[in-house]
């Protein structure tokens, strides 16, 4: 089978040999030089380096028409390319997500009314341009501008009130330069939700669910993207939680592949938040696996492939498995100094520790790959509540500067 894969999420993340038979199919790598860099030397398989300067759907169709080459298959488990991996199918004629249903996983706004439509519960929403062009709004109290389509958190916005928000947009200063500018295409307006954050990841097969870890986060992905250090512990998956996950997949009609789908414990019960069709991020996969024996990437390109996926449902170890980050993004330095880590390092409920060296330069993005914050772990307790508490006392006492 001729494989092409659009490689943007560092090679160790997903290690594709582990679900892909590089001898058995011929592989191409497509990426720019920066990504195509991290794929281990002796593996087999192609490399084509594209120039990164148009989008990837563009410069993948022009390299495969320049080549004259045919695919079987065009893979993407990057949350940034999903669309475009859908956009080269259709172009090609090639089996796989289309771009309709890769929107259904990529549009915050359209997945929020597919899912409220099946009588699920959304927080109310609508997107920017009508949000301006109308005074009737369902909710009152704080208001979230965020992107349709982003991820990790990336210009995502709480404002106090509706009037404040409605103040910024009126002197062009909610500080998104685009918004700014006038260009409300692409963002939502939505209801703040209060309660602890949830996270569920696992895997559908041909619209069966075979696999479902949930977690709760230690902090949250907004509060990490303005500075502050966040955490997820495993809890225990009650048939509540996993029917309500089932009902949001069958919803979305997302029938195969890996999924991480978010939600709001509130007062009232669980809210959608948002789903996507891919792991999650950070130390997601890892936790999973030490949990489970299931290395999701593996068992995703598998179910692609049409190969056959050896998953026990729901087979999960008596502990609970954690992670956590510290950000450096924010810092605006090229480098950092971590202080009061050393009593945590050995600690009996650490399983893996990542610190950066002080030499080791920060980037300059928002990130969640553990080797590229200044802090990252993941722990293991029979215990969630001690897992969690463990995190809060060593957000509370390491200090990044």
């Known amino acids: 089978m001729n494989i092409l894969i659009l490689h943007r999420i560092p090679y160790h993340k997903i290690d594709y040999h582990r679900g892909i038979d590089h001898d058995a199919h011929h592989v191409v790598y497509l990426g720019t030089e920066a990504a195509l860099s991290n794929i281990p030397a002796a593996l087999r398989c192609e490399k084509w380096q594209r120039p990164g300067v148009d989008k990837t759907d563009v410069e993948a169709i022009n390299v495969i028409t320049e080549r004259g080459a045919s695919f079987d298959i065009v893979l993407s488990l990057s949350e940034y390319e999903l669309m475009s991996a859908a956009i080269v199918r259709e172009h090609f004629g090639i089996q796989g997500a289309n771009i309709a249903q890769i929107e259904r996983v990529r549009n915050k706004l359209l997945m929020k009314q597919i899912v409220d439509a099946a009588g699920i519960a959304v927080p109310h929403n609508l997107c920017l341009s009508d949000f301006a062009m109308t005074d009737q709004v369902k909710w009152s109290g704080k208001t979230v501008l965020k992107p349709v389509d982003g991820a990790s958190s990336e210009n995502v916005l709480v404002f106090d009130s509706i009037a404040q928000l409605r103040d910024a947009l009126a002197k062009r200063n909610v500080g998104i330069a685009l918004v700014d500018g006038g260009d409300y295409q692409g963002y939502e307006v939505e209801q703040f939700v209060s309660g602890d954050i949830l996270h569920f990841d696992g895997l559908m097969l041909n619209g069966e669910l075979k696999l479902?870890?949930?977690?709760?986060?230690?902090?949250?992905?907004?509060?990490?993207?303005?500075?502050?250090?966040?955490?997820?512990?495993?809890?225990?998956?009650?048939?509540?939680?996993?029917?309500?996950?089932?009902?949001?997949?069958?919803?979305?009609?997302?029938?195969?592949?890996?999924?991480?789908?978010?939600?709001?414990?509130?007062?009232?019960?669980?809210?959608?938040?948002?789903?996507?069709?891919?792991?999650?991020?950070?130390?997601?996969?890892?936790?999973?696996?030490?949990?489970?024996?299931?290395?999701?990437?593996?068992?995703?390109?598998?179910?692609?492939?049409?190969?056959?996926?050896?998953?026990?449902?729901?087979?999960?170890?008596?502990?609970?498995?954690?992670?956590?980050?510290?950000?450096?993004?924010?810092?605006?330095?090229?480098?950092?100094?971590?202080?009061?880590?050393?009593?945590?390092?050995?600690?009996?409920?650490?399983?893996?520790?990542?610190?950066?060296?002080?030499?080791?330069?920060?980037?300059?993005?928002?990130?969640?790959?553990?080797?590229?914050?200044?802090?990252?772990?993941?722990?293991?307790?029979?215990?969630?509540?001690?897992?969690?508490?463990?995190?809060?006392?060593?957000?509370?006492?390491?200090?990044?500067?």
Not at 360 to 380: C, D, F, M, R
Request: charged share 20%; net charge negative; hydrophobic share 45%.
């Open 212 to 401: 479902v870890v949930t977690s709760k986060y230690v902090g949250n992905c907004l509060d990490f993207a303005k500075g502050q250090p966040l955490g997820s512990v495993q809890i225990d998956t009650s048939d509540e939680l996993r029917d309500w996950s089932l009902a949001v997949l069958r919803a979305i009609e997302l029938n195969t592949g890996s999924f991480h789908l978010e939600a709001i414990l509130s007062d009232n019960g669980l809210v959608f938040l948002e789903i996507a069709n891919r792991v999650g991020g950070a130390e997601v996969v890892a936790s999973v696996e030490l949990a489970t024996g299931v290395h999701l990437p593996s068992a995703e390109l598998k179910a692609y492939l049409g190969d056959a996926v050896d998953v026990v449902a729901d087979a999960q170890s008596a502990k609970k498995f954690g992670w956590f980050v510290f950000p450096g993004h924010h810092l605006g330095q090229p480098y950092c100094v971590v202080k009061n880590s050393d009593r945590f390092k050995q600690h009996e409920l650490v399983v893996r520790w990542n610190e950066l060296a002080v030499d080791q330069p920060l980037t300059k993005h928002i990130t969640y790959q553990s080797v590229e914050v200044p802090v990252a772990g993941i722990v293991s307790s029979a215990c969630s509540t001690q897992l969690a508490n463990f995190m809060r006392d060593v957000f509370a006492t390491i200090e990044v500067h």
